[in-house]
């Protein structure tokens, strides 16, 4: 397939004579403006989690996407366990596998501190808006984060650094978070039971996730299908009740 233009990826900024990727950028910006989000949005609900408990989920969170992006991200590639080191799994991450620690992390916490309440519709808006940021970063690697598609006649298809035109993945996952924030957008004044709406991003964003990853050049871990895939089905199985609630109210 011919080269369709000349690509500029990865995306560099020149500092001091040293080139540096403006991923990095990015990937500090989504947390800082997920943060100030967060906190801008919780200003204007009376929220029944006090505050030291919301540290206390908070910090659970974190330190369950730090092990479940890492762990996901690293079953992405199977034919690395065997020759596994520290650097390479802490060098490995994926959202994915950040979502999924996370929600262990969050309900192990409030076992722990004994919140029963629902926590998670607060951080939908927070999420989409530091996934779509840090998304930008991703997409500014090109090939050189394996977050890039196959090749592709797709009008779509862009040259992402190899001379092959691919599927540009995060910008179609840019365009699905933008979709995703204005469904919750337009249902924030619905009445929903709480802690509806998290479920309902973790269920969306994960099936978009089991699709797009056909269109990637995947590992497979098991019968084809990649730890992300796995991911997805993990969670299609534990809001399984959820599931069959809101297809019921849906349709009924």
């Known amino acids: 397939m011919e080269q369709a233009h000349s690509s500029h990826f990865p995306f560099q900024f020149e ?84 979502l999924l620690g996370g929600l262990f992390g969050v309900e192990l916490i409030k076992k722990i501190i004994g919140v029963k309440i629902a926590s998670g519709d607060i951080y939908i808006i927070p999420i989409l808006v530091a996934l779509f940021i840090g998304r930008i970063g991703c997409f500014s690697m090109g090939i050189d984060e394996p977050t890039y598609g196959i090749e592709t006649t797709f009008f779509m298809g862009m040259d992402l650094g190899d001379g092959k035109l691919r599927h540009p993945i995060m910008l179609y996952e840019m365009m699905f978070l933008v979709g995703l924030f204005l469904l919750f957008q337009g249902i924030k004044n619905k009445h929903l039971i709480n802690g509806d709406r998290f479920k309902l991003f973790m269920v969306l964003y994960f099936l978009f996730r089991f699709l797009i990853e056909f269109i990637k050049p995947y590992h497979p871990l098991c019968l084809n299908l990649s730890s992300i895939h796995w991911s ?11 599931l069959i609630r809101i297809t019921r109210v849906t349709f009924s």
């Open 232 to 242: 997805a089905i993990f969670i299609f199985l534990y809001y399984f009740k959820f």
């Open 15 to 98: 500092l001091f004579g040293q080139f540096y990727h403006w991923h990095y950028i990015f990937e500090t910006l989504a947390f800082i403006v997920g943060v100030r989000v967060y906190y801008f949005l919780k200003k204007g609900i009376n929220d029944p989690i006090s505050d030291e408990n919301r540290l206390w989920i908070m910090l659970g969170a974190m330190l369950g996407a730090l092990i479940g992006s890492r762990v996901v991200a690293i079953l992405e590639t199977p034919e690395v366990l065997k020759n596994l080191t520290f650097l390479m799994l802490y060098q490995s991450k994926t959202i994915v596998g950040g």
